[in-house]
């Protein structure tokens, strides 16, 4: 099997460069970030502070750097931090957020998602010195191990404004917040509004080969670049990079709304099938998790089965799956993936 021939429905991650991003990225004007001088990256970040709707913006090479510096600037070793179920800080970041910021994480609602109600129970009280001090909330949204979920605005807005009256901060972690905008038809800034920091990544739906960004007050960012260079994030001529990233918002934003599809077409599908469970509610976007019981197989046996027959995904979990669709994945390469799925689970 050559490579073209895999459709490999793993993450949104493993997209390529197209040609045209990388004539871009080959064209790009670069200068020494660390001097403030790479003009392709002040650029962009020029441009995410617009469309954020923040003061200031910092390039990061990954997401998860981009999450770990965000808990250097908000909290302080020893703090406790509310997150949603199976949240990426928890789940993927390997301990950072312990190892790095010496913070513990508190998970607390349901699929990815919480209430502000569930955010004022979770708060510890500050007057007992046997509490570690609650001193940020973290949203994630969309959410990655909870099937793509969009958070629901309109809670996330009262969440923040409980934080802000309790003297917590707020961070979004919007790794995919452009597929939360497509699907919500809610812009990034509005999105973002709430909180005092924004984590987003190109190297994810918008098919760029790495990069993130915070944007934020000019303050905090000012404190955010200190932390950046303090865990060897802070690069030179990134602006390889940021001229992918710019190409990926130009030209693989508006597709996300076929990723989203794409996603729906497959999760009806396997809905269908005996022991597939399956929340077509939480399929907002473009990640596909499905649990199967009995009779059908388990996640790993599944996912060697598919994998002879050319259809690359993920076991998160003994009987968990998770399917991502992306750049790389045409309509019929779905239908085909769907297709073999629903024979293996027959
Ligand atoms: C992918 C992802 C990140 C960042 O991951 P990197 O692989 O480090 O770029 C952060 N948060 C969420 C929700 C993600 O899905």
């Not at 399929?283 to 998790?289: E, G, M, R, S, Y």
């Amino acid at each position: 099997m050559t490579d073209q021939d895999w459709i490999d429905l793993r993450s949104d991650t493993v997209t390529r460069p197209t040609p045209a991003m990388r004539a871009a990225m080959a064209a790009a004007p670069v200068g020494d970030d660390q001097y403030g001088e790479d003009p392709t990256v002040n650029l962009l970040q020029q441009r995410m502070t617009e469309m954020l709707g923040k003061e200031a913006a910092l390039w990061l090479p990954t997401g998860t750097m981009a999450n770990q510096v965000a808990l250097r600037v908000l909290t302080r070793p020893g703090d406790e931090v509310i997150t949603s179920r199976e949240a990426h800080a928890g789940w993927h970041e390997t301990g950072g957020s312990a190892a790095n910021a010496g913070v513990q994480l508190h998970e607390i609602g349901q699929g990815g998602v919480f209430t502000a109600e569930e955010v004022q129970a979770a708060i510890k009280p500050r007057d007992l010195p046997v509490f570690p001090p609650t001193t940020l909330v973290e949203i994630e949204n969309t959410h990655n191990r909870c099937g793509g979920i969009v958070f629901p605005q309109d809670e996330a807005v009262k969440i923040c404004a409980l934080a802000r009256a309790r003297g917590l901060a707020t961070f979004l972690d919007g790794a995919r917040l452009w597929n939360a905008s497509v699907a919500t038809g809610l812009s990034e800034a509005k999105l973002s509004a709430p909180f005092d920091l924004v984590a987003v990544s190109f190297s994810k739906g918008l098919g760029a080969p790495g990069g993130s960004l915070l944007a934020g007050s000019r303050e905090l960012i000012q404190r955010a670049n200190r932390h950046r260079r303090m865990l060897g994030g802070a690069m030179r001529q990134v602006g390889i990079f940021a001229a992918g990233a710019l190409h990926g918002l130009d030209h693989h934003r508006e597709r996300l709304a076929d990723d989203h599809r794409h996603a729906r077409l497959l999760g009806e599908a396997l809905a269908a099938r005996p022991g597939v469970r399956i929340d077509l509610t939480a399929l907002q976007t473009n990640i596909v998790v499905f649990h199967l019981e009995p009779p059908a197989q388990d996640a790993a046996t599944l996912t060697a089965q598919a994998r002879e027959r050319g259809v690359l995904i993920n076991a998160i979990a003994a009987r968990t799956i998770r399917a991502v669709t992306h750049l790389d994945v045409a309509r019929e390469q779905v239908e085909r993936a769907a297709s073999i799925l629903c024979e293996l689970l027959a």
